[in-house]
């Protein structure tokens, strides 16, 4: 069965400094990859996704991935944190003729200190 | 403005009285699905419906109900509310129910069972 495991429940970083969120996936079949923010009391927004066409994907708000088939990952990164990038942050997997689509990680909340 | 809306958006029950929680899509969308979220778990999917009529369990569907009678509306239904599903509750809606379409977030139903 398809998982998706993300690694450290709570980052902090100071502002301006990189942003590092991990994300590995399992699974048999080639995966299609998302990321999700959750921003205090609100419901979760799409940052990125990669459906097999390249492998760097670059979402809103400066924030990219990269899929590497050899390591099963699929790390969300961000050159320089910014104090709006505060939230939770839920990696996701789905697979090609899967209706149930997402399978989501227990999520990574974000700090950013000034 | 295309949203996924969610009521109440809190709500305080006792256990065993009948509940339901209303979810609308105005995008036309096929694929709606409910998930709940608890600390340390992410999201996991209760159930889903490809479209209208057309409805089938998720990872976690006990003691919930679902009903697909028109595209917008995808109702969740607690007959019999028990403490252990206290929790956060999202409905989603995508286009069309393929792996790589993006899900679309309600803001979310806080419920809490005595």
């Known amino acids: 069965a398809q998982s998706v495991t993300q690694l450290g429940s709570h980052v902090s970083v100071s502002e301006g400094a990189l942003v590092l969120l991990r994300c590995n996936y399992s699974s048999s079949v080639p995966p299609y990859l998302f990321w999700y923010v959750q921003y205090p009391n609100q419901g979760l927004q799409l940052l990125l996704k990669y459906t097999s066409a390249a492998t760097l994907v670059k979402g809103i708000n400066g924030f990219e991935a990269e899929f590497k088939k050899s390591e099963t990952s699929f790390h969300l990164t961000k050159p320089s944190a910014h104090m709006s990038d505060a939230a939770e942050y839920f990696c996701a997997v789905s697979f090609s003729g899967s209706a149930r689509q997402l399978t989501f990680g227990s999520g990574t909340q974000l700090t950013v200190l000034p | 403005e295309a949203q996924v809306t969610q009521n109440p958006r809190y709500l305080i029950t006792v256990t065993g009285k009948k509940l339901t929680v209303t979810c609308s899509q105005n995008m036309n969308h096929e694929y709606m699905s409910w998930y709940r979220q608890d600390p340390g778990l992410g999201l996991r999917q209760i159930y889903y419906s490809m479209n209208v009529e057309v409805t089938d369990k998720g990872d976690v569907p006990e003691g919930y109900k679902v009903s697909r009678k028109e595209k917008r509306n995808f109702p969740l239904i607690l007959e019999s509310p028990s403490p252990n599903q206290t929790s956060l509750y999202f409905c989603?809606?995508?286009?069309?129910?393929?792996?790589?379409?993006?899900?679309?977030f309600g803001p979310g139903t806080r419920l809490t069972v005595l």
């Open positions: 989603a809606s995508s286009l069309r129910a393929t792996s790589t379409d993006t899900q679309y």
